[in-house]
Antibody
Framework: EVQLVESGGGMVQPGGSLRVSCAASGFTFSNYWMTWVRQAPGKGLEWVANIRQDGSQKHYVDSVKGRFTISRDNAKYSLYLQMNSLRAEDTAVYYC?????????????WGQGTLVTVSS | DIQMTQSPSSLSASVGDRVTITCRASESISSYLNWYQQKAGKAPKLLIYAASSLQSEVPSRFSGSGSGTDFTLTISSLQPEDLATYYCQQTYRIWTFGQGTKVQIK
């Protein structure tokens, strides 16, 4: 069974940093692009970043460029999102998901999400 | 960036009704369009990929159509368990989601 389990969320002050993680199991992690999507409280979905299987390509939404870094450790079946210079508008549930190039980059598998709250 | 506009933002329909949700892209995205269902407090679930391909184990009452800039998600016979918010997503360039359509049951 495919499982994605996010962790590392919590409360942080504006300007602070946080790293959220996603532990994968039940599939060959190194075969998949991986994606972070976030959802602010009561709002819609926002794609944040994605990373190629070998980590050689990374893409970000403009609002997080220069502040967030996506990375992965295929040996540990883990995906990460390092978030620096956090702002109140980064408050959201952060989901990790697989992305399959063969199916229009759709995300079939999702984690349950981890809540990041940026507040003083 | 490519903007995705969904309509309506919300709708209320009866069980058994045919429901249509539209999604318009600000420029052509070919068929790089996916649809997701999100129930309250849950992660999104993939329904349709590549505009019209039904994801495995998704009920056949869900269907998608369109290409270029205009896309449609149709629920042929609304069921109580379809209460959810539905999102389109373009993956043509710097992926973006539509703002969502909340489907309620009368």
């Amino acid at each position: 069974e495919v499982q994605l389990v996010e962790s590392g969320g919590g409360m942080v002050q504006p300007g602070g940093s946080l790293r959220v993680s996603c532990a994968a199991s039940g599939f060959t992690f190194s075969n998949y692009w991986m994606t972070w999507v976030r959802q602010a409280p009561g709002k819609g979905l926002e794609w944040v970043a994605n990373i190629r299987q070998d980590g050689s390509q990374k893409h970000y939404v403009d609002s997080v460029k220069g502040r967030f870094t996506i990375s992965r450790d295929n040996a540990k079946y883990s995906l990460y999102l390092q978030m620096n210079s956090l702002r109140a508008e980064d408050t959201a549930v952060y989901y990790c998901a697989t992305s399959e190039q063969s199916s229009s980059w759709s995300s079939q598998h999702w984690g349950q999400g981890t809540l990041v709250t940026v507040s003083s | 960036d490519i903007q995705m506009t969904q309509s309506p933002s919300s709708l209320s329909a009866s069980v058994g009704d045919r429901v249509t949700i539209t999604c318009r892209a600000s420029e052509s995205i070919s068929s790089y369009l996916n649809w997701y269902q999100q129930k309250a407090g849950k992660a999104p679930k993939l329904l349709i990929y590549a505009a019209s391909s039904l994801q495995s184990e998704v009920p056949s009452r869900f269907s998608g159509s369109g290409s270029g800039t205009d896309f449609t998600l149709t629920i042929s016979s609304l069921q109580p368990e379809d209460l959810a918010t539905y999102y389109c997503q373009q993956t043509y360039r710097i992926w973006t989601f539509g703002q969502g359509t909340k489907v309620q049951i009368k």
